[in-house]
Nanobody
Framework: QVQLVESGGGLVQPGGSLRLSCVAS????????MSWVRQGPGKGLEWVSS????????YYADSVKGRFTISRDNAKNTLYLQLNSLKSEDPAVYYC??????????????WGKGTLVTVSS
């Protein structure tokens, strides 16, 4: 049974930081590229970042480049997203998903249930 379980969301002030985690099970995590996708209130799904199976490269949407960092620990079957310098446009439910290095939502086949990030003073 495939499971992706996100955690680490919460309420943070503008300019603050959070670290999201996603624990994977039921598939070969170490052989899979992984992504983070978010959905803001009243908005569609937005690709945030992706990382290949070996973690050798990272890819980011322009809206988060320089502020967010994706990483992974294959020994722990865990994907991370470090969110720094959070802005008013960052609040969303953040999902981890398997695939797609090009950020194609339709290319991501397994999804978690998401973790909510709220930015407010």
């Amino acid at each position: 049974q495939v499971q992706l379980v996100e955690s680490g969301g919460g309420l943070v002030q503008p300019g603050g930081s959070l670290r999201l985690s996603c624990v994977a099970s039921g598939f070969t995590f170490g052989g899979s590229s992984m992504s983070w996708v978010r959905q803001g209130p009243g908005k569609g799904l937005e690709w945030v970042s992706s990382i290949p199976s070996d973690g050798s490269k990272t890819y980011y949407a322009d809206s988060v480049k320089g502020r967010f960092t994706i990483s992974r620990d294959n020994a722990k079957n865990t994907l991370y997203l470090q969110l720094n310098s959070l802005k008013s446009e960052d609040p969303a439910v953040y999902y981890c998903a398997r695939g797609d290095l090009l950020g194609r939502i339709y290319g991501m086949d397994y999804w978690g249930k998401g973790t909510l990030v709220t930015v407010s003073s």
